[in-house]
């Protein structure tokens, strides 16, 4: 314990220090403006003081396919999440080193179980970060999937001779969720600055909903001049369905995830008995001879 005092305070210490001579304003000036313009807390200062700096020269070293590349920067923007696809990556990795570096301070103690206890849940937190933003684009998609009926009546009794669809998808905007205000936004821009039948084929894939598909596909149609009436009238009854399926699924899965954070927490109250037992034992034996 003595030794992750002392490395802190160091650390901290030589922080200071480095900050005094280069930085100008003074770091507290820095953390004061930055807090006026969002609102941060003292895991995002941690991340930035701990594990940016190391990320970012790790960044250099992460090569990625282009086509996976561009799938997770759209995606990355779509949950709101501030970083390049290299650095998400570089995040990740440098958080599970702190947490493999804090293992090594245990070794002086012997604590071997609790070592490769850490060492297992750095591993765990490497993948529950890179999942992260795939948790959230389902998220969103499940808040859209929530939202198409209404998206889909709206579109039903406002579409006209004379009313533009760019119109229809404005007026939603001003009620729609927040997860899905970002793809109306670009869908807005792509509509008033390129083609619409491009603007729509890019939505429907940004967001890549079956049911979006098949809507944008219906919208198509009508700005054609085909005879959409009867399909938007099906397609309202089947995104009701959707929806009633998609509360039901999520109500569902929530029992699901409360037992897999029991399942954890139980096996490393069970780790942690078996090691206090066993260094008791040790004790023991080492007592009687």
């Not at 139980?266 to 066993?278: A, I, P, R, S």
Request: aromatic letters at 10%; charged letters at 25%.
């Amino acid at each position: 314990m003595k030794i992750i005092f002392l490395t802190l305070l160091i650390g901290f210490g030589l922080y200071e220090v480095i900050t005094t001579i280069i930085v100008l304003p003074s770091r507290q000036t820095l953390k004061s403006v930055k807090r006026l313009t969002e609102k941060r807390t003292i895991f995002q200062d941690m991340k930035e003081f701990f594990v940016t700096p190391i990320a970012v020269f790790i960044t250099k070293l992460i090569k990625l396919e282009r086509i996976k590349r561009e799938k997770l920067r759209r995606d990355l923007e779509r949950v709101d999440i501030p970083e390049s696809p290299e650095m998400y990556y570089a995040n990740a990795i440098v958080i599970s080193l702190w947490i493999c570096f804090g293992s090594l301070l245990l070794i002086p103690f012997g604590m071997k179980i609790l070592i490769i206890g850490v060492i297992l849940l750095a591993i765990v937190v490497y993948f529950a970060n890179i999942e992260q933003v795939k948790e959230k684009i389902k998220e969103t998609n499940d808040a859209i999937k929530s939202e198409l009926p209404r998206f889909v009546r709206m579109y039903n009794h406002s579409r006209g001779d004379n009313v533009q669809f760019v119109d229809i998808v404005e007026k939603y905007n001003r009620i729609a969720g927040d997860k899905f205000k970002y793809d109306l936004d670009m869908l807005i821009m792509d509509l008033k600055t390129g083609n619409e039948e491009a603007a729509l084929l890019n939505f429907a894939e940004r967001i890549n909903i079956p049911q979006m598909t098949s809507f944008v596909n219906v919208v198509l149609g009508g700005i054609k001049g085909d005879d959409i009436g009867v399909s938007l009238q099906l397609m309202e009854g089947e995104m009701k369905i959707l929806a009633r399926e998609n509360k039901r699924r999520i109500m569902q899965e929530r029992p699901g995830k409360v037992k897999r954070a029991t399942i954890v927490t139980g096996m490393m109250l069970l780790v942690m008995y078996f090691f206090v037992l066993g260094m008791d034992l040790i004790n023991n034996t080492a007592f009687f001879s």
